[in-house]
Structure formats: structure tokens, C-alpha cells
């Protein structure tokens, strides 16, 4: 599967370094932040940012229009249905991660790739709890995210080695 749309859940600075890349190379971010106005405030912070890259020539106006173009901010979570992935860049603890990813299971289809941006936490036992565990994989990223141009597919124990090329074949599409 070519990934064309992603969920990213958590609109700090590692959900909107992941939210940058992933939208300049075409696909379609949604964001949703528990914290309200989280979302927004991660948006508008971006959206700085890449102006100064235009400003600077490091993109061009096209660039930076279509990048925009590809976000669209969440009012509730259930309205990541329909996307090819979501990716989670939340707190670095199991349960939490779990109850996230068990609430998603109840919203995405079931081949929707769910993917978690832990650096220290087992894929295995995030999608311990999930009833199609083969779709979870970590999907780790070094922060500042569109500067270090390193990302980590990490496959639990149970992960398709379909989500795998797939997450693979996204990294190379960012330039990570």
C-alpha cells in the first residue's frame, strides 16, 4: 500500500517535526491533540516555520501552499477513520499508549497501520492488548525531525512484513 493520508495523534514538537516531513512529501496530515487548541497552536507554530524556509529559498511559494494544503485539524478523535495510518507521538507510557491504540482499533479500519514514534517502550506490548496486532509497528523519529534525517521501523513481534516495506517505502518518500 502507498500511504496517501495519516492520523498524527500529539502536536508537540516530535508529532509536528513527523506532521512537516510527512506532509512535504505529499500525503495528507490529520491532527488531533487531546489538549485543546494543542493542535492549532502545533499547526501555527509549523506554519512559521516553513514560511521562514520559503523566505530563506530553501522551498519555493508552490511548496509551501501545497504543504499547507495537506493539513487538516481534528475536532475529535473518531475522525481519524478513514486515513492509511496513524501515528502516535504521546507520552512515553505503556498504558496510556494501549489505551490509545485500543481506542483507535475501534475507529480505523482494520489494515489502517498504527504506528508508535516510542523510543524506549516494546511495539509487542503496545499491540499486546489490540486484536489485529500484525498492523502496530514503532515508527521512530530524532528530534529535530526534519533535520535528522534518521527513522527507525521497528516491527514487534507479531507486526506484517507488509507494514514494514510500507512504513519503509514512506521513510525514503520523506528523504529519512
Not at 520559503?54 to 519555493?60: F, L, P, R
Not at 504506528?115 to 514503532?138: E, M, P, W
Not at 507494514?163 to 521513510?171: A, G, I, K, N, Y
Amino acid at each position: 500500500m502507498t500511504i496517501q493520508s495519516i492520523a498524527l495523534i500529539g502536536t508537540g514538537v516530535m508529532g509536528m517535526g513527523i506532521a512537516q516531513i510527512v506532509a512535504q512529501a505529499g500525503v495528507e496530515v490529520r491532527l488531533f491533540d487531546a489538549k485543546a487548541g494543542a493542535a492549532e497552536q502545533g499547526l501555527a507554530k509549523l506554519t512559521v516555520t516553513l514560511e521562514k524556509l520559503h523566505s530563506k529559498g530553501k522551498i519555493t511559494e508552490q511548496q509551501l501552499a501545497d504543504t499547507l494544503s495537506r493539513f487538516v485539524i481534528l475536532e475529535k478523535i473518531e475522525d481519524v477513520a478513514g486515513v492509511d495510518m496513524v501515528v502516535e507521538a504521546i507520552i512515553e507510557n505503556l498504558e496510556i499508549k494501549q489505551s490509545l491504540f485500543r481506542q483507535l482499533e475501534s475507529i480505523v479500519s482494520e489494515d489502517t497501520i498504527l504506528a508508535s514514534n516510542t523510543s524506549s517502550l516494546s511495539v509487542t506490548a503496545i499491540a499486546s492488548i489490540l486484536k489485529y496486532q500484525g498492523r502496530v509497528a514503532g515508527f521512530h523519529f530524532f528530534n529535530p525531525v526534519p533535520l535528522m534525517k534518521i527513522a527507525e521501523v521497528i516491527a514487534g513481534l507479531a507486526t506484517d512484513e507488509q507494514v514494514v516495506v510500507d512504513l519503509l517505502e514512506l521513510t525514503h518518500r520523506m528523504g529519512h
